[in-house]
């Protein structure tokens, strides 16, 4: 389950923003404080997504730089 999440961060990171949304703007009667606090937890939650594909970003281009060094693909 951790690898599934590490593999699609990015689009799970998205599936709750957009549900986040749908649920503020459909539910109407919950208190604006809640909203709010999801918000922000969303907007933690980005930094860590950022972070796990800046990570990935890094070791594919290690990687890249390495078979090339080594001539290998």
Known sequence: ???FI???S???YAIAAAALAL???YVP???TEL???LSAAILGT???VQRI???KTTNAVTNTTQASATGTQ
């Open 1 to 3: 389950m951790l690898t």
């Open 23 to 25: 649920v503020a703007y």
């Open 53 to 55: 594909e800046d990570a």
């Open 35 to 37: 909203i709010l606090a």
């Open 6 to 8: 590490h593999t699609h």
């Open 10 to 12: 990015t689009r799970l």
């Open 29 to 31: 009667d919950l208190p």
């Open 46 to 48: 980005g930094e860590a």
